[in-house]
């Protein structure tokens, strides 16, 4: 079965610097790997997604993740935190192979950005 | 992107009481899900509604206590039967459209149960 792990709860950064939220998954086909950010009393927004091709793969609002198949990671990343980035983010798989079509979700890691 | 509606968009209930949650897209869709997001945790997957059958139920979900609804290719009910202060929950509903691979979500329907 696949699973999803976040490992931090919560990443506190100063805006203006770079923010790394990470998450690693196990699946036993091909990932299909996706992050998803929400604010409050919001629904989920997709913000990027991994299929196959490049690595380094970019998303809304000037976030990227980058896909380890060695590491089984798919960290979330932006070069630049905004105040407004401050939310919470998930990171998700899909099994690419099976056609299960079961998305699985991390815990979740709260971002918090200050001024 | 997608649109997907759900209303209400929250509500305050008495145990013992039943609510209807409705889902409705702006396309025909392929895959419809409705996921719970319990107080601080992640999202599980109750069910995925499939059209024109029976909905699908992950462990742990029974028919009984979320029956579902997907009468057509845009539109699913979740009933939350029978409520306790423990369904205090966002409910989210979700779709997939054929082909592609982003799953999309609605705002939430914030439940508390009283």
């Known amino acids: 079965a696949q699973s999803v792990a976040q490992p931090e709860d919560q990443v506190n950064v100063a805006e203006g610097n770079p923010l790394t939220v990470k998450c690693t998954y196990s699946?036993?086909?091909?990932?299909?790997l996706f992050w998803y950010v929400q604010y409050p009393n919001r629904g989920l927004q997709f913000l990027l997604k991994?299929?196959?091709?490049?690595?380094l793969v970019k998303g809304s609002y000037g976030f990227e993740a980058e896909f380890n198949k060695s590491q089984t990671s798919f960290h979330l990343k932006k070069p630049s935190a905004l105040v407004s980035d401050s939310a919470l983010y998930f990171c998700?798989?899909?099994?690419?192979?099976?056609?299960?079509?079961?998305?699985?979700f991390g815990t979740g890691t709260r971002l918090l950005v200050s001024p | 992107s997608a649109v997907i509606s759900q209303k209400p968009s929250r509500d305050i209930c008495q145990r013992g009481t039943s609510l209807t949650i409705q889902c409705q897209v702006d396309?025909?869709?392929?895959?419809m899900f409705w996921y719970r997001q319990q107080p601080g945790q992640s999202l599980t997957l109750i069910a995925t509604?499939?059209?024109?059958?029976?909905?699908?139920?992950e462990s742990g979900f029974v028919i009984d206590k979320f029956p579902i609804s997907r009468p057509n290719l845009t539109f699913s009910t979740l009933t939350v039967s029978n409520m306790s202060p423990e369904d205090s929950s966002i409910y989210l509903c979700?779709?997939?459209?054929?082909?592609?691979?982003?799953?999309?979500f609605g705002a939430g329907t914030r439940l508390s149960v009283l």
């Open positions: 979700s779709a997939r459209w054929q082909g592609q691979n982003i799953q999309y």
């Open positions: 699946v036993s086909g091909n990932p299909y």
């Open positions: 991994y299929i196959t091709g490049d690595n």
């Open positions: 998700a798989v899909r099994d690419g192979d099976t056609g299960f079509q079961k998305l699985v």
């Open positions: 396309s025909q869709v392929t895959m």
């Open positions: 509604a499939n059209q024109g059958s029976e909905a699908t139920y």
